[in-house]
């Protein structure tokens, strides 16, 4: 079964040394979706200190759990949020954006 669209729960705002919960939520897809997430449209990679982009940033991403865990939040992680689940069946769904201000 295709997954359906996710739902993003975002903080619409962080304080900036403490830590943030993003979590992304499916539940029509059978197997279950793995999700992606993105900021300002550019997907969030596994490891931010992999990618230019996200060096900066400090999260931890669980693919399998939909969780991206911001700790310590900075003030670069400002932006807007949206994830993706797909599960090899059908295309995969995007959630809403959602603003988070740092």
Known sequence: VPPGKPQAHVPS?????????????????????????YKDGSVLPQ?????????????SLDPR???????????????????EASNNVGSPQKSDVFRMEA
Do not use: M
């Open 65 to 83: 759990t939909g969780e991206l865990i911001f700790e310590p939040v900075g003030g670069w992680d400002t932006g807007d949020y949206h994830c």
């Open 13 to 37: 705002s962080a304080t900036i040394g403490s830590r943030a919960v993003l979590r992304c939520s499916e539940g029509q897809g059978s197997p279950p979706p793995t999700f992606r997430w």
């Open 47 to 59: 490891d931010p200190k992999s990618s230019p982009t996200f060096r900066n940033s400090s999260y």
